[in-house]
């Protein structure tokens, strides 16, 4: 449906990036519009529980690889990755 992909989960967040782990056109409107379908899901159901939300989207450069031996994982780092967490 979006053409992003959920890094990791940090705690009760996640991290999601557009445009890896293949490049393509148009990878920050594809984040931008799944933040704002999140929000309109969690406004639909606002009135079944409280819910909070925090959203933020950040850009820039980052170097991507598969990290660890016994557990390998998809990582992302850089200045773009910190300051989105």
Do not use: W
Not at 52 to 71: F, K, N, T, Y
């Amino acid at each position: 449906l979006f053409p992003i992909y959920k890094v990791e989960t940090i705690g009760d967040s996640y991290m999601l990036v557009g445009g890896l782990p293949e490049r393509i056109e148009g990878h920050t409107e594809a984040v931008a519009d799944f933040a704002l379908l999140v929000q309109r899901v969690v406004q639909s159901v606002q009135g079944l529980a409280k819910i909070r939300l925090r959203m933020g989207i950040h850009s820039g450069p980052v170097v991507a690889g598969v990290v660890g031996d016994l557990m390998p994982r998809y990582c992302l780092f850089g200045d773009a990755v910190n300051s989105a967490s």
